[in-house]
């Protein structure tokens, strides 16, 4: 396939010498990148998953438990006020409305709170 004895590693994409190529998985790779794929990082994987296994616990929609200060703090504020804006909440809370935003949206998930439309309006309201 190649005229001069020289290929590409095809994760790295620097040149390499047939010699130094490594065919692994039908790929050919370069010494640092064979090395890589047959020595993966492993104590970086369990770790991984097990936040990832944290993660999908406190997804669950199991309440308010899982919940920062913040959110605990938005959620009450919803609660309270029975429906909110969202202009509403980054004047209270000092929040940008994207910070707002992805906030709510961890609540909403939890079905904490929803979202209600309102001829123009959308509220955030109690779940
Ligand atoms: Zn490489």
């Known amino acids: 396939m190649t ?3 020289k290929t590409k590693c095809q ?18 790779l370069c010494e640092d990148c064979h090395m890589e794929e047959t020595h993966p990082v ?5 770790k991984a ?9 406190s997804d ?3 309440g308010k438990d899982s919940l920062d200060d913040l959110q605990k703090a938005l959620y009450k504020f919803v609660t309270d006020k029975g429906k909110v804006t969202l ?3 980054c004047a209270e809370f000092n ?17 904490l ?10 509220y955030i309201v109690p779940f």
């Open 49 to 57: 998953v097990r936040s990832a296994k944290v993660l999908s616990q």
């Open 113 to 122: 709170i929803k979202g209600k439309k309102e001829a123009d309006n959308t």
């Open 42 to 46: 492993i104590t970086c994987d369990p």
């Open 87 to 89: 202009q509403e909440i």
């Open 3 to 5: 005229e001069s004895g």
């Open 95 to 111: 929040l940008s409305p994207v910070r707002a935003q992805n906030q709510l949206a961890i609540l909403r998930h939890l079905e």
């Open 60 to 62: 669950r929609p199991s």
């Open 11 to 28: 994760i790295c994409g620097c040149e390499i010498s047939e010699e130094n190529s490594y065919v692994f998985k039908g790929a050919v």
